[in-house]
């Protein structure tokens, strides 16, 4: 009898081990987007995507369209073979080509098997179509549109963490390569869905803002890498993107590789921020000026020199808004740690400082929309060290306490300057959005109890994007997942 209770208490012991084993195995499955389990994926789209991505994976020589100085202005940036002739490129307001302007393309050396080729569109007209076309392997291609818009009132899309190929862990494979080919072609098919949604929300898009890490595998520490080329093909691989400039912003996993500063051609590029991958930068559309700051460099003086030069030379710009990777006021784990924490308290001053509106980010891969934040201050008494916040989130209890204070004195209740649930009218603070996954090759949690400054949180493993308003008198934003393109927030509204 006492052999037939072991008997049976062992077996529901494995079949409970069975279960949270299961379990842990579905959480960590979750953390990503299976493209063959999306609605697009479960049909023709999938089998579609695999046989073009085996056409394009080992040839990065997709165009990258990028903003210029300001709208009258469009930078072009593509790859070309190492033994190609010197590539051109030409620009015309009619698909026929005629009476194109061939630009000036500067090429230099990318890689051993690649040269980069950058060129810039000056003098265009509002409301106006032009195409355009390049050479590749000394062929032209078929003329691309691109259409300048009017800036009174214009709409642009935000994304986060793109990070093609992050998905590599879910992935099966005899070899790493073999992963990273299966995590691209998965996220670069989820990261085309996310685009394609966001043009059928509205096909006048002036541009794109991504928050940063485009890419997966541009993060080592102390040295440069390079061997991400085959998840930039995946990420310049919508074909909506030859029509329409993306911002690009630097992120931890794009820092280290020059490959970036390659593929992006950004216009009032400074060395001022600078990591390998290249600094801050900014650019001008129509009332608004957009200052993007690469938050790996952790010189505060640089990227304050830099916003203040920046504003100092558009003092008329109505709006003014800061993108950069870390986010400073998210709402998930990272934007707790102490370097994050630490980036506000410096960056707070120097933001609010130059009449900061909005501030835009990612690196969390969560969504989260801030009340408007003015005067956070930093506790020195109840600040953690890296370490002791690494411990805790290792599982020291000794920490614990400790770790809570700590908690409680980020939150900057104080700082908050209103709460309101739709709108705030001329404040005086700033708005802090982070953006989640735009692509589902990673999610993070969120942070386990929600911040006093947080106005509103999101995170249901699905890629979401945001559409934003602006007009001279209203800064509007509305943020979407794509699996049924429902919103996850309310729209909220800065008017001036």
Not at 437 to 453: E, F, H, T
Request: aromatic share 12%; net charge positive.
């Amino acid at each position: 009898m006492k052999k037939g209770i072991k008997y049976l208490v062992s077996i529901i012991i494995a079949v409970m081990i069975f279960i949270l084993t299961t379990n842990i195995f579905a959480i960590e499955k979750s953390s990503y987007t299976d493209a063959t389990q999306t609605r697009q994926g479960k049909t023709y789209e999938w089998k579609n995507w695999c046989e073009e991505w085996d056409k394009i994976k080992n040839s990065p020589t997709q165009m990258s369209l990028s903003p210029g100085e300001d709208e009258t202005q469009l930078n072009f940036a593509w790859y070309s073979k190492s033994c190609d002739v010197k590539p051109n490129l030409k620009i015309s307001d009619n698909p026929k080509m005629e009476d194109a302007k061939a630009l000036q393309v500067i090429t230099t050396k990318a890689s051993d098997e690649y040269k980069t080729n950058k060129a810039t569109a000056t003098n265009l007209k509002p409301n106006t179509r032009y195409y355009y076309s390049y050479t590749i392997n000394g062929k032209w291609t078929e003329p691309a549109l691109y259409k300048t818009k009017n800036t009174k009132r214009y709409t642009f899309g935000f994304v986060g963490d793109p990070q093609i190929g992050a998905s590599y862990r879910n992935m099966n494979g005899e070899t790493e390569l073999e992963k990273q080919d299966k995590a691209v072609r998965n996220d670069s098919f989820n990261w085309n869905n996310t685009i394609k949604n966001m043009i059928r929300r509205n096909c006048d898009l002036s541009f794109i803002i991504s928050a940063g890490d485009q890419i997966q595998s541009g993060y080592k520490k102390n040295e440069s890498y390079d061997h991400n080329e085959i998840e930039y093909a995946g990420y310049l691989s919508p074909c909506v993107l030859k029509s329409i400039p993306i911002a690009t912003t630097i992120g931890n996993h794009d820092e280290n590789s020059e490959n970036y500063s390659y593929h992006f051609n950004l216009p009032n590029k400074s060395k001022l921020g600078s990591t390998v991958a290249g600094g801050d930068y900014y650019y001008r559309y129509g009332n608004t000026l957009f200052i993007m700051l690469n938050t790996n460099n952790e010189n505060i003086d640089e990227h304050k020199k830099f916003i203040e030069c920046v504003t100092k030379l558009n003092k008329d710009a109505r709006w003014k808004v800061v993108t950069m990777h870390h986010d400073i006021y998210g709402s998930g784990e990272h934007s707790s740690t102490p370097s994050v924490v630490k980036l506000r308290y410096k960056l707070i001053p120097i933001l609010e400082k130059n009449n900061i509106d909005v501030v835009l980010s990612g690196h969390d891969h969560i969504y989260s929309r801030s009340y408007i934040l003015k005067g956070g201050k930093l506790d020195k008494n109840d600040m953690l060290s890296d370490k002791e916040y690494e411990k805790y989130a290792k599982g020291n209890k000794n920490s614990n306490k400790k770790y809570k204070k700590y908690l409680q004195s980020i939150e900057d209740e104080e700082a908050i300057e209103s709460k309101e649930l739709m709108c705030a009218t001329n404040p005086k603070g700033i708005l802090y959005i982070t953006a989640n996954s735009s692509s589902g090759s990673k999610y993070y949690d969120l942070a386990p109890n929600q911040q006093a400054y947080i106005a509103y949180r999101w995170q249901e493993n699905v890629p979401t994007y945001s559409m934003i308003d602006v007009t001279d008198r209203a800064f509007t934003i509305n943020t979407y997942r794509v699996d049924n393109n429902k919103k996850i927030d309310t729209t909220f509204t800065i008017i001036k």
